[in-house]
């Protein structure tokens, strides 16, 4: 169960984006469901998607959201990822495996603190 509500009208703004992510993967994530409630953020999101196809192939895009969902410790993000990287980008389990284990770690990130002048 859900601890949004996930909206299931779609915003005319939204719409082409929405259809074109629902095509791609045969359903409806729940969170574009939601991201499509701001057309700014949606398209925002398809922007950066559209410059990162430009510059990192499907796989390495892949590999690194799976790092940064297990670094995040986010199982949704997780288990989407997961998917699209094994169906779309070609991700072996291995390479996937090796991703989560690499960063299934705590990480202490140093904390800086400046001034703001």
């Not at 719409?15 to 992510?21: F, P, R, S, T």
């Not at 409630?37 to 398809?46: E, F, K, R, T």
């Not at 950066?48 to 790092?67: F, N, V």
Request: aromatic share 6%; glycine share 6%; net charge negative.
């Amino acid at each position: 169960m859900s601890r949004i509500a996930i909206p299931q009208n779609i915003p005319a703004e939204s719409k082409a984006v929405v259809d074109a992510v629902s095509r791609q993967l045969k359903l409806t994530p729940n969170l574009f469901r939601i991201m499509a409630q701001s057309p700014q953020a949606l398209n925002g999101w398809a922007g950066l998607q559209g410059a990162l196809s430009k510059t990192l192939d499907m796989k390495t895009r892949d590999g690194i959201a799976l790092a940064v969902s297990q670094v995040n410790g986010c199982q949704y993000c997780l288990s989407a990822h997961s998917y699209v990287a094994a169906e779309f980008a070609g991700l072996s389990s291995d390479e996937a495996n090796f991703v989560n284990n690499v960063f299934d770690t705590e990480i202490d990130f140093p904390v800086v603190e400046k001034e703001i002048a």
